[in-house]
């Protein structure tokens, strides 16, 4: 393994980039990148799959890592960071998931269909939407634009032979000088999928159904306004690394939007209403031997506006965005005994916590000379939170007999870039501040079951605030055909929330090892680092890939749990007029410094092979794109450290995707 390792070192350091055809950025490698997903950008012959999930997507991106709980729904985290850390947003509106197991992300509400663009911000270049520590994912709506005449009709299908899914997706839109208008259906269902071997991998079935729609109408040349809608429904979720299933997992997004140019002194002023309701339901009654069925329901409403003024002023472009929300999060248990004789128990898991967060960014991008910029970015906002039921604050008062019942925190974050380019070379360097308040579940969640560790947990309403400082550097290098980048991060994060035993506590579900209290450690360290090369010869030939690398440690030098091992990518192109050929691998070190303090086991190393091709026809105006794959091609049984409780990976899929867009 070593001698890979070494090879696949000097190999990347001699030929790639990563997945330079799917991630576009303003630089090969900075704090930002961009993820094209609407029809006519991400379905090209060089995208590895058109019709991925949009995990899949997000996977792609050397800053995201996604945590698996089974094949639906993957959490997002960006530097090594999960979602309490981040903020995730659609089109700029803050949307919370009403899971305590962390089954529905953000993400997981939104498809590929109606998507246009992911916008993925490192720690405090992610702050303009919300406090975050981590960094920031904002999923664009795909949308219409005024102008001349015209309509499009999609049509997408999809196999794959690993869980026998299939994938269903039609599209249209139409537009002329005042108005327009997308609509969007996207079917998806699974069976179990197999790991390597022909293993089978049970509960890992999904079916889930999305439709969106958005419109907008032209006022006058100065203004215009616009609606959006999402409908996304999932059922019969199945999660092999967690005691519990999802009989549903359903949202209802909207929001009204308009725009005006040219008011008072600034260019443009963009202003959003929306409100979202997500409802999720936990089942087991499809697992064997359940010692107790449970109900594990759960609720998130969330009503918000923001406003966003740009101005451009000689060397100078601001951006100023006002935006508040409010949020209800309430989450229940019942748990029924096998005796009938014996009384249900019933505990609010969320107790009905009421958040409601104001503030203001502001951000100048400052253009120096023709090769040097500057950009710096303030965030200040309010939170207040209050437990709205008395049922539920009663229960946290068995264990904190003072608590108020209300929690108000001020929130502070500010950042400095500065941007260097000139002739082949590039230079970020960057600093910033960042603060965030414990999310619900560390604040006040009560008796939570985490598999990954087996302990309940207890959430703890004396929480102080994360602080964060960090410091980023990221360097290019392009010489003809040759290309080079490298990123690194550094956060220094005070009063870093993680779980810790109480001996003292007795845990509620049977066969938990203990009970864990969320507490301040007094600092944690997270570093990153990519390397990501390429190189082009032979007119249609390209060599990419990449290699990173990352630590977590506590205060007292332990390892953080979920931080990723030495990880690898390499690949080989082929692109001529309307075909493209691709073969490439992926792969990871073992995972020496694993977290066995805080529950975690020690990952495997492994390197999987994938290869891909593509086709378009153009049948008159109308196309058609082709797209074959085989992944894992080896049929290689093994897990990473992103898959909760070591769930295996999926095995050898072979998939086929067909889309056809009528114009």
């Known amino acids: 393994m070593k001698k890979v390792l070494i090879t696949l070192w000097f190999f990347s350091l ?10 576009d950025t303003i ?3 900075q704090l930002e990148e961009v993820i094209l997903i609407g029809k006519e950008k991400s379905q090209n012959k060089e995208n590895i799959k058109p019709l991925a999930t949009i995990d899949e997507y997000l996977e792609k991106s050397n800053k995201i890592t996604m945590i698996k709980r089974g094949n639906y729904a993957w959490e997002p985290a960006i530097n090594n960071m999960v979602s309490d850390r981040l903020s995730v947003t659609i ?4 949307i919370f998931g009403a899971c305590t197991d962390k089954m529905d992300p953000t993400t997981s509400y939104v498809d590929i269909s109606n998507l246009e663009e992911v916008n993925i911000l490192s720690g405090q270049q992610g702050s303009e939407n919300g406090a975050t520590i981590g960094g920031g994912i904002d999923m664009k709506m795909q949308k219409g634009q005024f102008g001349e005449q015209h309509w499009d009709i999609g049509l997408d299908s999809g196999f794959e032979s690993n869980g026998n899914a299939t994938i269903l997706s039609t599209e249209f839109s139409y537009n002329d000088s005042s108005w327009f208008a997308n609509a969007d259906v996207m079917y998806r269902k699974s069976g179990n999928y197999f790991a390597g071997g022909n293993k089978e991998v049970k509960f890992s079935q999904y079916e889930k159904f999305n439709v969106s729609a958005v419109t907008g109408y032209k006022i006058n040349d100065e203004s215009d306004i616009t609606a959006t809608v999402i409908f996304d429904k999932a059922t019969d979720i199945g999660y092999p690394a967690l005691t519990m299933d999802v009989s549903l997992a359903q949202a209802i997004i909207g929001s009204v939007g308009y725009n005006h140019k040219n008011v008072g002194i600034f260019d443009l002023i963009e202003t959003k209403l929306y409100a979202n309701t997500i409802t999720h339901v936990m089942d087991d009654t499809k697992r064997p031997d359940v010692p107790i069925h449970m109900d594990m329901p759960g609720w998130s409403d969330t009503y918000g506006f923001y406003a966003k003024a740009h101005k451009t002023h000689q060397k100078h472009h601001f951006l100023f965005n006002i935006n508040s929300y409010y949020n209800k999060s309430l989450a229940e248990m019942t748990m029924y005994p ?15 916590v009421r958040t409601w967060y104001s503030g203001f960014y502001g951000e100048d991008n400052l253009t120096i000379s023709e090769v040097d910029k500057i950009k710096v970015t303030a965030r200040i906002g309010f939170q207040n939170e209050e437990v709205a039921s008395e049922f539920g604050l009663n229960s946290l008062r068995i264990f904190y007999p003072d608590m108020s019942s209300t929690q108000n925190r001020f929130l502070l974050s500010f950042s400095g870039q500065y ?19 414990p999310s619900v579940s560390e604040g006040y969640g009560f008796y939570l079951f985490n598999s990954f560790d087996n302990f309940d947990y207890l959430g703890n309403p004396y929480l102080d605030k994360e602080k964060s400082i960090e410091l980023n550097v990221a360097g290019n290098y392009k010489l003809n055909n040759f290309k080079f980048g490298l990123e690194s991060s550094f956060f220094y994060i005070r009063d870093y929330i993680i779980g810790e035993i109480d001996p003292t506590l007795s845990p509620m579900t049977i066969g938990a090892n203990g009970v864990k209290v969320y507490r301040p450690l007094d600092y944690a360290t997270i570093w990153n680092s990519n390397i990501d090369v390429t190189y082009s010869f032979l007119n249609h030939f390209e060599l990419i890939g990449g290699i990173g690398y990352s630590l977590g440690k506590d205060y007292e030098n332990n390892n953080l ?3 990723s091992p030495l990880n690898y990518r390499a690949s080989l ?3 001529k007029a309307m075909f493209f050929a691709e073969i490439g691998l992926t792969g990871a070190s073992k995972q020496n410094n694993f977290a066995g303090d805080y529950g975690e086991d020690q990952s495997d190393a492994y390197t999987i092979f994938n290869a891909n091709t593509s086709y378009n026809f153009y049948l008159g105006k109308n196309k058609m794109i082709v797209k074959a794959g085989i992944e894992n091609i080896f049929d290689q049984f093994y897990s990473t450290y992103a898959d909760w409780n070591n769930i295996p990976r999926m095995g050898r899929n072979v998939f086929l995707n067909l889309s056809y867009l009528f114009d």
């Open 561 to 563: 749990p979920l931080i």
């Open 27 to 29: 630089l090969p490698v």
């Open 91 to 94: 089109d700029g509106m803050q």
């Open 338 to 352: 096998n005796d009938p004789n014996e009384n249900p128990m019933f505990m609010l898991t969320w107790p009905d």
């Open 573 to 575: 192109q082929y692109s």
């Open 14 to 23: 001699s030929i790639t980039t990563m997945h330079a055809q799917e991630i």
């Open 419 to 437: 941007e260097l380019k000139k002739n082949q070379y590039e230079l970020i360097v960057s600093t910033g501040y960042g603060e965030r308040a």
